[in-house]
């Protein structure tokens, strides 16, 4: 959003001659020709906006630079006007962009966003649970990895909590997730489709926080099945982490075998990435030899060479998602709202890696 201010100018400009006033709800209105209501209902995210009245709106607030005065909102509802972002690693594109795509629309709805990072380590993950800095906060937004079941048990109904990701613990909070297992088996039957007939995933995982990798190699047995390939857990390739190196060595692991797919599911596109690097260093030629597909759409995807074919989530509907979810948890009994699950699309994009 652009700075929250009016030039004025008196003759000719110079030193101190700039005049800056606060653009207010007022000044919204007057110039979107609409009530100041209908203008708060926007920047507070209500839903019952109708999306032309919403745009037209949001593009006043764009033009004007009008940023919501936090302040003065938190004295009257007795909020902070800020939200936690717990996410596992930061240096993951994958979450970098994510979590961009929230602080975005975030700030649309005059939110700070403050953002914490677990390491997937479970002592940090319960804490979020049990109430991440609860005193300076309206809510959360968090991508578990290390936690199970029972660990719901834990979790404080005073915070509004949204869940990203697979829903590895029971508890009343709104999640949001792609659909896993579909996902691997779009990914897994372009391959196919392709004409490939020996296909190798990278990314099984057998620890507590492998759900996503569990759903994810489910995909790729069923796209196999409905093919008429045998399974060959030979190439079945473990990655006890899902980034570019773990790719690279299961890559070379494969070679060291003599196991040669025509064809490589990685559970992400760091691990595709990596899978590649590997395999042009061997000689292997992608897609001639083995073609190669993700999971994610980093934007590293797009530039790697050869471009990665992969599934892309709406990134942007996640994070549009999980603030609408948290903007109606806010001050509302846990009770008087069932939580909801909700899944958002992805696309095959096909680049030159398939």
Known sequence: MGSPVNAVWAGFPGEGDRVTTAVSLKDVALSAGVSIKTVSNVVNGYQHVRPEMRQRVQQV???????????????RRGRTGVIALALPELTSPYFAELAGSIIDSAE????TV????????????????????????DGAIFSPLALGRDDGKTLRPEVPLV?????????????????????????????????RTK???????????????????KGYKQALRAAG????????????QWHRAD???????????????????????????GAIHALQRAGVSVPDDVAVIG????????????SLTTIGPDKVAIAQLSLELLAARIGTPAAARPPQDLQVDFKLIVRDST
């Open 229 to 240: 390939l045998a399974e060959d857990p030979s190439l079945v390739l473990p990655a006890v």
């Open 295 to 306: 999971i994610d759409d980093i934007e590293e995807a797009a530039f790697a060479t050869p």
């Open 61 to 75: 607030i764009d033009e004007l630079g009008y940023r919501p005065n936090l302040s003065a909102r938190s004295l």
């Open 247 to 273: 790719g690279a060595n299961a890559a070379r692991e494969l070679l060291s075998r003599k196991l040669w797919p025509d064809a490589i599911f990685c559970c992400n596109d760091l691990l595709a990435i």
């Open 114 to 137: 403050l953002v914490d990072q677990t390491d997937g380590v479970r002592e940090r993950e319960l804490l979020v649970l049990q109430g991440i800095r609860s005193h300076l906060i």
């Open 163 to 195: 869940l990203l990701g697979e829903r590895v613990f029971d508890g009343d909070v709104d999640h949001i997730a792609i659909d896993s297992v579909a996902a691997a088996k779009t990914a897994v039957e372009h391959l196919v489709q392709r004409g």
């Open 108 to 111: 649309r709805r005059g939110w």
């Open 199 to 217: 296909v190798a995933v990278i990314g099984a995982q057998r620890t507590r926080s492998s759900e996503t990798a569990r759903l994810r190699l």
